[in-house]
């Protein structure tokens, strides 16, 4: 009688064993709270601005915001279509830059081919970006010091990022965009820093091409800065 309650038993916690292996293996192990994620795609705000000097060069900026909350737009990929007066497609410029969750940041090329005759109509196309979950909080960084100055034709500015927070700032982009009285953009120049460790602060400088229409037009109390560091 005992041999037989055994194998009663038996078989009823083999059955229950595998009740509970099949139903791991059709849910994948996954919880039933487990939710698919509709990402938010990155917008371009405003317009996209091709910039030029005298000689012709030519530089893309565009400012963009990635809507998504705790999720950071890693490797994403960027293409700058730029077409002709006849609608023909002229160049391409390919580049790659990640957007922090909520940040609105921007793209900036300087290595345009296309001189700014050829230049008809500029578009910004985004590939579907890496989004990867971010739970760290981000470093809290402000620029202050601004100052714009022409020096035997030259331009040069100079500033000051402070970081307020404790968080180390790695990797920090700083944009400078020249505007004349009327807040039109005339050009931008880029530059790349190290880290900014917490609480603490850097001087930045970003010097411009020699060029004498751009010294005549702008105006210091302009000049815009755009930054970003993660």
């Known amino acids: 009688m005992r041999s037989l309650k055994k194998i009663i038993y038996g078989v009823i916690y083999l059955s229950l ?4 292996v099949f139903n791991v293996l059709n849910t994948g192990g996954k919880n039933e709270t487990d939710e698919v994620i509709n990402f938010l ?7 996209i601005k091709a910039l030029s000097l005298s000689s012709g060069r030519t530089v893309f900026f565009a400012q ?5 909350e705790n999720y950071r737009a890693e490797k994403n990929s960027y293409r700058f279509l730029v077409y002709s007066k006849n609608g023909i497609l002229i160049e391409e410029v390919v580049g790659e830059k990640s957007f922090s969750p909520r940040e609105k ?13 050829e230049i008809y109509r500029v578009e910004l196309n985004f590939q579907t970006p890496e989004w990867v ?6 470093p809290e960084l402000i620029i202050r010091d601004v100052k714009t100055s022409i020096v035997d034709g030259n331009i040069k500015v100079e500033g000051v990022i402070e970081n307020k927070s404790p968080i180390n700032a790695e990797q920090v982009r700083i944009l400078v965009v020249l505007s004349n009285k009327y807040y039109v953009d005339l050009f931008a120049s880029e530059t790349f820093m190290g880290g900014v460790p917490g609480f603490e602060e850097a001087a930045f400088s970003i010097s411009f091409p020699e060029d004498k229409a751009l010294t005549q037009n702008i105006d ?7 930054y970003s560091g993660d």
């Open 133 to 138: 979950s971010v739970k760290d909080l981000k």
């Open 64 to 68: 963009v915001s990635n809507p998504n």
């Open 41 to 47: 795609p990155l917008e371009v705000l405003g317009e």
């Open 220 to 226: 210091p109390k302009n000049t815009k800065i755009f």
């Open 17 to 20: 064993l595998a009740f509970i």
């Open 105 to 117: 940041g921007y793209v900036y090329e300087p290595d345009v081919k296309s001189s700014d005759k």
